[in-house]
């Protein structure tokens, strides 16, 4: 349930309400909007009468949330959430790029890679230390040593880090070197792991089980802000479908679908969500057109020799030719590219 509060409600009116709700054995999320304030009331206490909500001063309305998600929902909180991210205010105008190679190999690489997508114009860099991999005999990532090879490629360059978590014990340590925490598609159920990201108050961003549905993906988004974490970003990475002719079915659907129902930022993975770097450009740019606040791009400057995903993995020159074109189109579908330095 939701309590909408007058434009006009006072600090004590909203104050009394939050009181009552609390009296009833309930927890209280705030959305503080443009407009109005509105108080989630989340928990299992004894049920509420909503009429006697209503009557109280400077509530304009109480209404149920029609989904089983609640904070993460567009009702709870009708503004878009602005995550900031090296300057760009994610969800808002400004396109996010997060590009980087699937794993972090070595030093150079990492190194080599940051710098050329820093050139293109990225706003933060990704790379896997924890790899979840489909085979255990596959490269499962270098960790701990991952982490400070991105955090040398962060004092060179100055993007931010965005790299997955795949293990609750392992938050902290992640969080010393993450900006933002990626959960990936085989763990966006792991619910011990979603209440670890949401303790730690670091940004997450959460990427769709590639058998979950949209509802499903906002459900373990919930899971994040029910700690009181509400920097988290959604991101679409495919999933699978009866077609073989790509690695997974990009759900291009999905972005317009979450913007409705969520206030959350929505990044774009076209990377997964083709498995193939051929149709990588087509698809982001189709992602933009649909309304993804931002895309995460697996780039590598020797993908034949990556040890993860180099199928799908663009070289920086032609990463550097899709950034141009999403620049091109960020306009004319109502959205821009951060002007920065270049230089840091
Ligand atoms: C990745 O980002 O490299 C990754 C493993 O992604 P996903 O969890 O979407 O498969
Ligand atoms: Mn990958």
Same mark, same amino acid.
Request: glycine letters at 8%; one cysteine or more; aromatic letters at 4%.
């Given at each position: 349930?939701?309590?909408?509060?007058?434009?006009k409600?006072?600090?004590?009116?909203?104050?009394?309400?939050i009181?009552?709700?609390?009296?009833?054995?309930?927890?209280?999320h705030?959305?503080?909007?443009?407009?109005?304030?509105?108080?989630?009331?989340?928990?299992?206490?004894?049920?509420?009468?909503?009429?006697?909500?209503?009557?109280?001063?400077?509530?304009?309305?109480?209404?149920?949330?029609?989904?089983?998600?609640?904070?993460?929902?567009?009702?709870?909180?009708?503004?878009?959430?602005?995550?900031p991210?090296n300057?760009?205010?994610?969800?808002?105008?400004?396109?996010?790029?997060?590009?980087?190679?699937?794993?972090?190999?070595?030093?150079?690489?990492?190194?080599?890679i940051?710098?050329?997508?820093?050139?293109?114009?990225?706003?933060?860099?990704?790379?896997?230390?924890?790899?979840?991999?489909?085979?255990?005999?596959?490269?499962?990532?270098l960790?701990?040593?991952?982490?400070?090879?991105?955090?040398d490629a962060?004092?060179e360059?100055?993007?931010?880090?965005?790299?997955?978590?795949?293990?609750?014990?392992a938050?902290?340590?992640?969080?010393?070197?993450a900006?933002?925490?990626?959960?990936?598609?085989?763990?966006?159920?792991?619910?011990?792991?979603?209440?670890?990201?949401? =303790? @730690?108050?670091?940004?997450?961003?959460?990427?769709? %089980?590639?058998?979950?549905? #949209?509802e $499903?993906?906002?459900?373990?988004? +919930?899971?994040?802000?029910?700690?009181?974490?509400?920097?988290?970003?959604?991101?679409?990475?495919?999933?699978?479908?009866f077609?073989?002719?790509?690695?997974?079915?990009?759900?291009?659907?999905?972005?317009?679908?979450?913007?409705?129902?969520?206030?959350?930022?929505?990044?774009?993975?076209?990377?997964?969500?083709?498995?193939?770097?051929?149709?990588? =450009? @087509?698809?982001?740019?189709?992602?933009?057109?649909? %309304?993804a606040?931002?895309? #995460?791009? $697996?780039?590598?400057?020797?993908? +034949?020799?990556?040890q993860?995903?180099?199928?799908?993995?663009?070289?920086?020159?032609?990463?550097?030719?899709?950034?141009?074109?999403?620049r091109?189109?960020?306009?004319?579908?109502?959205?821009?590219?951060?002007?920065?330095?270049?230089?840091?």
């Amino acid at each position: 349930m939701i309590v909408v509060m007058d434009a006009k409600a006072s600090a004590r009116d909203i104050s009394d309400v939050i009181a009552r709700i609390r009296a009833m054995g309930f927890d209280v999320h705030l959305s503080e909007g443009k407009e109005r304030t509105i108080i989630g009331v989340i928990g299992r206490g004894r049920p509420i009468d909503r009429e006697q909500i209503g009557l109280m001063s400077g509530v304009q309305n109480v209404m149920p949330v029609s989904h089983p998600y609640k904070i993460a929902s567009r009702e709870y909180h009708p503004d878009d959430t602005l995550i900031p991210l090296n300057g760009v205010q994610v969800g808002g105008p400004d396109l996010a790029i997060v590009a980087g190679p699937c794993s972090v190999e070595d030093r150079t690489q990492i190194i080599e890679i940051a710098h050329a997508v820093r050139e293109a114009g990225a706003t933060a860099l990704r790379g896997g230390a924890f790899k979840p991999r489909s085979s255990p005999y596959s490269f499962q990532g270098l960790g701990e040593e991952g982490l400070k090879y991105l955090a040398d490629a962060r004092a060179e360059t100055g993007l931010p880090i965005v790299t997955e978590v795949m293990d609750p014990q392992a938050v902290p340590l992640v969080c010393q070197y993450a900006d933002v925490l990626q959960i990936g598609a085989r763990n966006m159920q792991n619910y011990t792991l979603l209440h670890a990201v949401g =303790e @730690s108050q670091h940004p997450v961003l959460l990427k769709r %089980g590639m058998s979950s549905t #949209i509802e $499903e993906l906002l459900m373990s988004a +919930e899971y994040i802000l029910s700690h009181g974490n509400m920097r988290v970003m959604l991101c679409e990475r495919g999933i699978r479908t009866f077609e073989t002719a790509t690695r997974n079915t990009f759900d291009i659907n999905a972005i317009p679908v979450l913007k409705q129902a969520s206030h959350l930022p929505v990044i774009a993975d076209p990377s997964h969500g083709t498995g193939k770097w051929e149709y990588v =450009e @087509s698809v982001s740019l189709a992602a933009i057109a649909a %309304g993804a606040d931002g895309l #995460i791009l $697996e780039v590598h400057h020797d993908p +034949e020799n990556a040890q993860s995903d180099g199928r799908q993995s663009l070289k920086p020159e032609k990463f550097a030719a899709l950034v141009e074109k999403a620049r091109q189109l960020a306009p004319i579908v109502g959205r821009q590219f951060p002007v920065r330095e270049t230089v840091r």
